[in-house]
């Protein structure tokens, strides 16, 4: 897909990660909206403008994506914590073989432990 219609989809949705699958399904990567606004080229925590947005155009979401580490929805939460805190992406994506099932995200563990202390 291209660049330009993933910055919608995350804008629309509020989202900072986004899987990336093939025709089947399958996990190819994972694209962050700190790629995203990388390739705009916003270097800090911003939104695209129309200029940035220019810079997105024609190219493709394989040009930022990563693949990072994945978890399956049995890994410990801490097996998990560490896993992301090695993994320079911000998420593991959670699969069951190939196919995405979850994505679990550093403000997932913010939330874990705002509930465990409250």
Known sequence: ???TALSDLMTDRGIRY???VDEEENLVGVVSLEALLRAG???EESSLGPVER???EGRKVSEI???PETVVPETSLTEAA???LENPCGCLPVVDGTHVVG???ESDFIRIMRSATA
């Open 1 to 3: 897909d291209d660049l």
């Open 18 to 20: 986004v899987p990336v």
């Open 41 to 43: 080229g916003v270097h």
């Open 54 to 56: 220019a810079c997105l």
């Open 65 to 67: 994506m990563m693949l």
């Open 82 to 84: 560490g896993l992301l």
């Open 103 to 105: 994505i679990l995200t």
